[in-house]
């Protein structure tokens, strides 16, 4: 009887050892969610400042009347109008990566009609880079012959002829995700036929990310 006892007891006796490789791996796992977790804060402050995307900004610097035929058909009450513009445009991409926008045209409007365009082939403006646009315009003769105003315009009292041109860039913006980004240009002109000369100009500038 005293031997079955002491067995007993030896055997009640017995410790478990400690499961350090399971704690070692919550360890682990706990320290990479930790690590993932600052790097996704700090991308995040990087995208909210550094790199948050910016609009890009276009700026007409001049326009200019480079040629001009004009002549009256006084029996038919029409008028043979031939005119180029020159405009000179420069786009300022202020991101810290670039702007990539796709192929556009620059076009030449009177009264809400399309009388000429210019193709602007598609590009990328580097970051903090400030881009030159030449675009010159040449009013189409033949789609203002039909219209019984540019008669009237140009004969009137004032001899104006108001124009104006539109210029639309779309493109896209990768900071993080890609952001689509649209900035438009648009200038009220008024040549002054009679003189052959532009009067005056007015332009309106938008962008929308």
Do not use: W
């Not at 002549?71 to 031939?82: P, Q």
């Amino acid at each position: 009887m005293d031997v079955e006892s002491k067995q007993g007891n030896k055997s009640t006796g017995m410790t478990r050892l400690p499961n350090y490789g399971s704690r070692r791996g919550r360890n682990c796992c706990f320290i990479c969610l930790a690590v993932l977790l600052l790097l996704g804060l700090l991308f995040l402050i990087l995208g909210l400042t550094v790199f948050k995307a910016k609009k890009p900004v276009t700026t007409v610097n001049s326009v200019s009347l480079r040629d001009m035929d004009f002549s009256v058909d006084i029996v038919r009450l029409k008028v043979h109008l031939n005119v180029t513009l020159q405009a000179d445009l420069s786009v300022t991409n202020p991101n810290r990566v670039g702007f990539k926008y796709d192929s556009t045209s620059a076009i030449l409007q009177y009264k809400g009609q399309v009388i000429g365009d210019a193709p602007i082939p598609a590009g990328e403006i580097g970051s903090r880079e400030t881009r030159p646009m030449n675009i010159t315009l040449t009013v189409m003769a033949d789609r203002l012959l039909s219209d019984s105003g540019l008669y009237s315009d140009v004969l009137s009292g004032s001899g104006m002829l108001p124009l104006t041109t539109y210029v639309k860039l779309s493109g896209v913006v990768r900071v993080l995700v890609k952001i689509h980004v649209k900035t438009t240009t648009s200038c009220d002109l008024y040549i002054d036929v009679l003189n052959r000369k532009l009067a005056n100009q007015t332009c309106h500038y938008k962008t929308k990310l």
